[in-house]
């Protein structure tokens, strides 16, 4: 019988550090045995339901932004653009705000080296395509070596913890503040809400829901189209789709 390799003296360690330990072991020595990697059962991951935001409360969001102070400068143009395009586009956060200007191409956004180690190209529908371009004027005339498409009103890169900031505050002017069971509706939530209409919107036969997830997977940045299960949640419409789609499947299966 082969040994087992055991940790003595210390206190417990995580059967995942056990394990990696027992491979590098078994590596050397084939007798020594190797966990299983659900030994003790399967990690649970608790998912916090996001909020799916209506057409008419990212309308006041975006109307919000467009009317922070100081008027006349980049700063409601740029977080009205920025909130639009994650709205419009289902980006992270952290890849819009890596964007440099050269990104802007006349296909759409480059998205570079995002979370997977992939660069990708969003196509944008006309209406982002055109609220960008007007941005973009403002943006090239100020006076900054810094390159990133979003900057502050003094020409710097904006830092996550800012643009988080100023989030609350519109969540503040339009009445959204606790608005998800008494917790704040994040940014991150915008990327869920885009994949969620965006299904929507998809005819609800089979084969074309099946190319529309593989579609919107890719467009996502996701590594595996599973990954975008996660950012599905039951709206009103799509359990009336679905219930279409079984009551279809069951005059058909009678029929």
């Not at 505050?169 to 965006?198: E, K, M």
């Not at 595996?224 to 299960?229: E, L």
Request: hydrophobic share 45%; aromatic share 6%.
């Amino acid at each position: 019988m082969g040994r087992t390799c055991a940790v003595t003296g210390a206190a417990p360690q995580p059967v995942a550090s056990v394990r990696r330990f027992a491979l590098a072991m078994h590596a050397e020595d084939r007798r020594h045995q190797v966990p299983a990697a659900d030994a003790l059962g399967h990690a649970v991951v608790k998912r916090r339901p996001p909020y799916i935001y209506s057409a008419e409360e990212i309308a006041r969001l975006l109307r919000a932004a467009a009317a922070l102070p100081p008027a006349g400068s980049i700063r409601p143009t740029m977080y009205a653009t920025l909130f639009g395009l994650l709205t419009a586009t289902g980006m992270r956060i952290a890849e819009a705000l890596a964007l440099q200007i050269d990104d802007v191409t006349a296909d759409g956004l480059v998205v570079r080296q995002t979370k997977f180690q992939k660069s990708r190209l969003l196509p944008l529908h006309a209406t982002a395509r055109l609220a960008l371009d007007r941005y973009l004027v403002a943006r090239r005339s100020l006076t900054t070596t810094d390159r990133a498409l979003f900057v502050s009103v003094a020409g710097q890169s904006l830092p996550y913890n800012t643009v988080r900031r100023i989030f609350l505050q519109l969540l503040d002017g339009t009445n959204l503040r606790g608005a998800h069971s008494g917790r704040d509706p994040r940014i991150h939530d915008l990327r869920h809400t885009f994949a969620v209409r965006s299904l929507e919107q998809c005819r609800h036969d089979r084969a074309t829901v099946v190319r529309h997830i593989v579609a919107l997977s890719t467009y996502l940045g996701h590594a595996h189209v599973t990954d975008t299960y996660w950012y599905l949640q039951a709206t009103p419409v799509l359990m009336g789709q679905i219930a279409e789609a079984g009551e279809a499947l069951l005059i058909g299966g009678a029929a």
